[in-house]
């Protein structure tokens, strides 16, 4: 047995998968290692094979696609969205209730910091369901103040 638990001549194959200008290939590669003694010492010598195969892709019909563009419509629309407050400050309005639907750009909030009052916008589209916070309160940097489904 030579270096590393090899026998002499061993090949050692991978696979790997690699796309190439859009068609998909399964790429074998075989590591062929020979060891050879001379005077001054050993010599190893590396050799590599590759072995490439086209992968056909694999025929989805309509309806399976559709079932899945709903899925994922579904997926989306039931996620819940947190809403953060960007900065320290007091809230002075709330200008939403839960259950009201709401878009994104929409105001939600009026709230003071650093002596000005700011209108915190929706980042997303959905229905307010849930308010964490009431007029008058001190909100941190972060702090979840509504989600929104």
């Known amino acids: 047995m030579a270096k590393n638990g090899m026998e002499r001549g061993k090949k050692m194959a991978r696979k790997f998968k690699v796309v190439v200008n859009g068609k998909e290939y399964i790429v074998e590669v075989e590591e062929i290692r020979e060891e050879k003694k001379k005077a001054t010492g050993k010599k190893e010598e590396v050799k ?3 072995k490439m195969e086209e992968r056909k892709p694999e025929r989805v019909s309509s309806e399976a696609v559709s079932n899945t563009v709903k899925e994922e419509k579904k997926e989306i629309s039931e996620k819940v969205h947190e809403v953060r407050a960007p900065m320290a400050g007091i809230v002075l309005r709330i200008l939403v209730k839960v259950g009201q639907r709401v878009g994104i750009g929409d105001p939600l909030i009026i709230f003071e910091a650093m002596k ?3 209108e915190l916008q929706s980042e ?5 369901k849930e308010i964490l916070i009431k007029e008058g309160d001190n909100i941190e940097t972060g702090q979840v103040l509504m989600r929104i489904g």
Request: no cysteine; hydrophobic share 35%; charged share 20%.
């Open 48 to 50: 590599q094979e590759v």
């Open 116 to 118: 000005m009052e700011n």
């Open 124 to 128: 997303y589209s959905g229905m307010v």
